[in-house]
């Protein structure tokens, strides 16, 4: 079955515990991104990947890294995560730009609280 | 500036009953126009798109979007709502010089018996 799957899919963490939040997708997709959805303001695109080790910011990167060493997966950092990040975060790949027209498929969310 | 605007945060509807999501974009998004919708607890999934051609377009679960150039719009409808189609409704569109979708603020549409 295509899927983008993120883990975990809930975290509770402390100010300034560095964490990771994993997406892989078995889709062989070039694109891949990752969202922040906050009440009110929709998605926000975080980080974006064309390919392998080709990453870029998108609208809201402070505070957060990526990296692209495998197509099939897309890491989201936070080093030292702030309560400000707590949030509804989102991986979504897709085969090309959505340029094109492609779909883009997101994974199920990970729910970050940052006390 | 790039823009989604979604007119509604919150609309309610009877079931059966008729229901129009409203979108408008700024003409700075390109025309690669899409809606998606988010049951609860679940991601995204894509609902319908606009590339090109016939200005209305067809989706899953009964759903259509018009695509308005003149009035920048692209509102999305259902003739006649179930319960399950009780969700968030993201419009989005290709900003082409960034390299990404821009989402509106999404409608959080609720039917009720």
């Known amino acids: 079955e295509a899927q983008v799957t993120q883990n975990p899919r809930y975290l509770i963490t402390v100010t300034g515990k560095k964490l990771t939040v994993t997406c892989s997708q078995n889709?062989?997709?070039?694109?891949m991104s990752w969202y922040r959805q906050d009440p009110g303001l929709g998605l926000r695109q975080i980080y974006y990947?064309?390919?392998?080790?080709?990453?870029d910011k998108g609208d809201v990167p402070e505070g957060y890294k990526v990296s692209r060493k495998e197509k099939r997966n897309f890491p989201l950092i936070l080093e030292s995560p702030s309560p400000n990040q707590t949030s509804l975060y989102f991986c979504a790949s897709s085969s090309s730009l959505p340029l094109r027209g492609t779909e883009a498929f997101f994974g199920q969310g990970t729910r970050l609280t940052v006390v | 500036a790039q823009s989604v605007t979604q007119l509604d945060s919150q609309v309610p509807v009877f079931e059966e009953a008729p229901v129009e999501l409203r979108c408008n974009y700024s003409?700075?998004?390109?025309?690669?126009l899409f809606w998606y919708v988010q049951y609860p607890n679940q991601g995204l999934q894509l609902l319908l798109k606009y590339l090109s051609g016939s200005t209305l377009v067809k989706g899953i679960n009964g759903f259509e979007a018009e695509f308005n150039k003149s009035q920048t719009s692209f509102h999305l409808r259902k003739p006649s709502v179930h319960i399950s189609d009780t969700a968030e409704y993201f419009c989005a569109g290709f900003s082409g010089g960034y390299n990404k979708l821009i989402f509106g603020a999404g409608t959080r549409l609720a039917v009720h018996p």
């Open positions: 990947s064309m390919n392998v080790e080709v990453t």
């Open positions: 003409s700075s998004v390109s025309v690669y």
């Open positions: 889709m062989n997709h070039e694109y």
